[in-house]
């Protein structure tokens, strides 16, 4: 019966601990400053790994079937595709309309 | 996936179920009454609810054509006042795209058509099914309050900052529009999940018709493309409540992102308009040629690349909008791109007719119609994908002509070829074959001396959505608006002998055409729960050189959970599921 | 996929259409997962406005969201962080037939959301106050750019619409109560609880971005 895990208590409040800590240290990096790209990187990796914890251990798709893992994969990368041709215009204009 | 496919043979009792060919008790005798058909979660009823619906609002939009038409005679203003005219192309293109084009195919015949063609009862959820449907409801409901309260007037693309600013009731429509999307994305996901889990017993993914591949890559194309309507007509509806300018250009915003926004969708939303008929073609080139579809894998995946690169490929409609040069080279090579999954599907459609016995039926007709039109309308598409040309272009009857060869020429044929080959099977009931052929062909034939002027016109330099135009184009606008009434007409006669039908005609047989396709095996109209029996799936829909015997199996004693049988011959066969 | 598991007995939960309780359940949960994929590019929307405007205003994101309150931000992602523990021991209770447990933890996690909600309640009106406006409205001149609006427009559109998100699984999770109070749900049947925890974590998963892209700009 796939689809049917059953996580312990001890499992999923320590997956919880995780996820604190995690939040912990992506306001402690803010403490030190990191320079100007570097920060944004960072901030954004901490988030990914906490939403990838929260996907995998708390929406069980560790334990759950393939085609569910390719749906999320599937948003995530139309969402890149989004933004990155949007970018391919907007960082690229030379003279981006906003400053008319 | 496919591993515990295949690990997971089983043995089962099969026997053969022939369609009952009088059935007393049909869906349509079920469960009937106003309240029975209001609240019904049977994917049948509800596709034909979809269906009388968009036939509705495909009146409607048809009629504020022909008032378009009708004001173009001349180059003056004979009835229709700018801001009226305005307001009429607003309404008739938004209502065809929103209304009528989304949900035509994989609404109405999909709903009817996919758990038929899998073997199962029902979508996987039946009350999602209606939900969407009083959804599309709610949309359509906003979207007429919107008309009677000051009308809109943006054209159907509501780019800011106009539409931030004009009058009228842009809010109204724009929510009604977002509603909508909802009940497209809730189709989309029924579709999927339904493919995914209700395929009946060996209907492994290399034996479902490719009508349900094309509604797979539609579906698909709907979940990920919808969403991104919906935030921006949210965006929008909020500009307007409350300025809060990302788009507004006065406030700081850039009105160019909005485009960027509604492209994102609605480029692969012209494809949910036409994939899903390449579905139908598929299905009834097979059909009335009596051959093995040719290219099976590639008319199958051709829509799921289709699908993916319409994804890549929204900026050729802002060419001259002001995006930098180095989207819009991307964005021109990109385009040309979509002509390769394109051009495999319309290569393996001639290949299944050659030495094929065709039998030019009126579903066959509208597909040649179809082969003839969508061809003009796709090549002219990629020229109006090459940057240079589409800076001439872009804005004018070209571009009209070429989208009216897309969606008239292409998914109008392939839904109409669709009607009448479901027809049958949807109401038991068979139509005037003599003026079905002849509707069709009034249809071609108006259809052509409507739109082809326009890329003449276009060529030339006449820009779209004016009122009134300059005197050499006079002869032109001429043509297009009697090659308008014209399809007027042929739509007028398709009505007429639609209704005979239903009223008197003959009965339809289960299987009207010798499909091998799934849903023919049952009886027309289906029962209430589609089979008597679960049925088991040993060969693909179009293994037309298999007996007819080997489509009908079902698996022995089953009863699909209702009522008792007779046990004939048995047979034992191993179905990987 | 499509194991059928002839031991699982179709039980009255299993509607008509499907074979036995497990395609059934599989179903739900693909069909919550695709929809899941919607809600993903829905914010997809405003992500992409707020990448476009920092790529041109890197500055104007420095300076505003030095007046959001990290600490009160940092309070709001614990609190999710905590509520979505709390739903997924819900599951687990109902896995195992906890009757007791799937309630009280359905509770704590409508307790936590309205604690999400005060929060950004109060957060929403100090910026009222100050006359921090989306857009047009915009009244506040303690940050010297001209297209702080549009910064606040941004922001107030996540925050907004994660909010209404927050406000459905409220009433989606009373929803499950009720239904739990009746004994609906045990170790066989527990669809609903499981979607709704799907749908749960994902806006505790916007909110992880939110909240460093939005307060976290040092
Ligand atoms: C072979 C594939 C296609 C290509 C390369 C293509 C290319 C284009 C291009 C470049 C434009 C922009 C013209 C301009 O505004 O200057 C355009 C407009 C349009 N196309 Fe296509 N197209 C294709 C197929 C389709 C299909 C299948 C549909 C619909 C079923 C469609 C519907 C439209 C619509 C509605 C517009 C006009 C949008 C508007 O401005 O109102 N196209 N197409
Ligand atoms: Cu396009």
Redesign the interface.
Known sequence: MSGHHISSAKFLWGVGIVLLVLTFITVAVTWIEIPSPWNVVVAIAIAVVKAAVVAMFFMNLWWDTKFNILLLVMSIIFFMILVGITLLDTLYRTDPIPSF | MATSETSNIKRLQVRRFKPEENPKSTYLTEETGIWAWMTTVDHKKIGLMYLASILFFFFVGGTLALLLRTELLTPAQSFITADTYNQIFTLHGAIMVFFFLVPSVPAALGNFVLPLQLGCKDVAFPRVNLLSYYIYVIGAVFTLIAIFTGGVDTGWTFYTPYSATTGGNVMMMTLGVFILGFSSILTGVNFIVTIHRLRSPGQTWNKISLFLWSLYATSIIQILATPVLAITLLLLTMERALHIGIFDPALGGDPVLYQHFFWFYSHPAVYIMIVPGFGIVSEIISTFSRKHIFGYWAIALSSLAIAFIGFLVWGHHMFTAGQSSLANMVFSFLTFLVGIPTGIKIFNWVATMYKGSIDMKTPMLYIMAFLFLFMIGGFTGIMLGSLAVDIHLHDTYYVVAHFHYVMMGGMVMAFLGGLHYWWPKMFGKMYNEFWARIACVVIFIGFNLTFLPQFVMGSMGMPRRYFNYLEQFQGYHQASTYGSYILGIGFLIIAAYLLHSLLRGKKAPPNPWGSRAMEWQTSSPPSLHNYEHTPVVINGPYDYHKPMSEFQLGIEGSHNGHGEHQHTETKTVEADK | ???T?AN?KKGDHV????VDS??Q???????M?????????????????Y???R??Y?ELYLMASDHLD?FWG?VN??VL??S??T???AI?SA??NQQKGLIINLAITIALACIFMVIKYFEYTHKFDLGIY????YAYDGIAH??A??FF??Y??MTG?HGIHVLIGIGLMIWLIVRARKGHFHSEYYTPVEIT??YW??V??IW??L???LY???
């Open positions: 996929m499509a194991q598991s699982v509607q008509h259409h499907f497990d395609q359940f599989e179903s739900a949960k693909m069909g997962w695709i929809f899941l994929v919607t809600e993903i590019l829905f914010f997809g929307g405003l992500f992409l406005a990448i476009v405007f790529s041109w890197p990290t940092a992602t614990v962080i905590g979505s523990l739903v997924a021991m687990r896995q195992l989306p857009g047009a409205y001209d297209k609006n549009i427009s941004i107030y559109m619409l925890g799907l974590h994902l505790d998963i992880i971005f909240f460093p892209l976290l700009i040092d």
